[in-house]
């Protein structure tokens, strides 16, 4: 962390206002958690419209225009750094994991774009009066922990007195030109591969309800400080076209992503999408997440649902916001396996074909 004025440091004294007595629940300060908190993305795609698109050199190989993961800069013919940032407000109570979730979730975009990251500089808001400097401390440990699991330092960063808690990271990564893996170069014939199991925003929604297990709870921290190390390995592979992480609009809402950039439409089998094992109990019982309907608003008009086979929690599963979700690979038939072996180099245990790209119209429908 930079020692700049405004720095939080978990060893400095608290101010005479005081710092409350007693647990205090994270989840409770904040008014969403983890990546539901994302601005809605038809209320982002009006913001976007009225911003102009400013400079943009030949050397900024990936900037906004797609809505990749991350940023990336060319600075000779073997490297370009990768840029990204990724914060929020906790998805859980226990400090020492909200730190670790948020920080896997941000190192997450470099693997998305095929980088190797770099090093990470730390954004932080924390509500000083209430909060302990003990419970701020446990949240800056736990995001140092995935940054030394992920080989990479925390160089600086910024701290604000804020009201709600906030944490996350601004990442540095670098890539090879020749592998950079956009959210746009899906291919007809492509296969459709989900590295992670669907359901987080759900159990999350469970746990602020009081509706998780222990059990249930540890599966949810597990998939979410996982870090996506497949996505350099998958970058070098010429048959993977396209590759995106899913986060917080959801399946559909990050698969319709790719098919607008690649002017392509998906097919995907319901049947064939790795699923948490009490997502489907947990959404029928109503622990949605209020992002889930906004995903749906946003991207509804270009999905095919068959209302006869999708319900509520059917729609409510593919929209759920995933905090620190799974990488989506589009990748030709032929590397399936290649693919699929990575993943399971690495430990993905659930890595599952869900889809195919086809030709048509931008859109998503169900075989």
């Known amino acids: 962390m930079s020692t700049t004025s405004d720095e939080i440091s978990p060893t400095s004294e608290p101010s005479e206002a005081s710092v409350p007595v007693g647990p205090i629940r994270l989840t409770q300060l904040s008014h969403g958690g983890g990546c539901g908190c994302k601005i809605a993305p038809g209320v982002l795609e009006q913001i976007l419209a009225r911003v102009s698109p400013g400079l943009v050199p030949p050397q900024l190989l990936v900037g906004r225009d797609t809505r990749d993961d991350a940023a990336v800069y060319q600075i000779n013919d073997e490297q370009a750094i990768v840029a990204t940032t990724d914060f929020f407000m906790p998805i859980v109570d226990d400090p020492f994991d909200f730190g670790r979730i948020a920080a896997t979730n941000a190192i997450s975009d470099i693997y998305a774009m095929g980088g190797t990251p770099l090093f990470a500089l730390a954004i932080v808001g924390m509500p000083v009066n209430t909060l302990p400097l003990e419970t701020i401390g446990r949240i800056l440990e736990g995001g140092e922990s995935v940054c030394a699991k992920a080989r990479i330092p925390i160089a600086g960063g910024h701290s604000i007195d804020s009201v709600e808690p906030i944490y996350g ?58 870090l996506n190390t497949p996505g350099p390995m998958l970058a070098c592979l010429a048959g993977v076209h396209a590759m995106t ?16 950039g690649s002017g392509v439409s998906a097919r995907l089998d319901y049947s064939a999408i790795p699923v948490l094992p009490r997502a489907g109990d947990l959404a029928d019982r109503g622990c949605v997440t209020g992002a889930s309907a906004r995903n749906w608003a946003a991207c509804g008009d270009s999905v095919e649902l068959d209302s006869k086979r999708f319900g509520n929690s059917e729609r409510a599963l593919l929209t759920d916001p995933q905090t620190s979700g799974g990488l989506l690979i589009s990748c030709a038939p032929e590397v399936v396996t290649q693919v699929l072996a990575v993943f399971l180099q690495q430990s ?20």
Do not use: W
């Open 245 to 260: 992480d899913v986060t917080g609009f959801g399946l559909l809402g990050h698969l319709l992503e790719v098919c607008n």
């Open 169 to 226: 990271l601004v990442v540095i990564g670098l890539v090879h030109p020749g592998n950079i893996r956009r959210n746009s170069g899906a291919q007809v014939g492509d296969k459709l591969i989900l590295g992670k199991r669907l359901g987080i925003g759900l159990y999350s929604a469970a746990f602020k309800k009081g509706m998780l297990s222990p059990h249930d709870y540890e599966l949810m921290i597990e998939l979410t400080t996982k």
């Open 348 to 367: 993905f245990d659930h890595a599952a074909v869900i889809g195919e790209i086809v030709e048509g119209k931008p859109g998503i429908r169900f075989i």
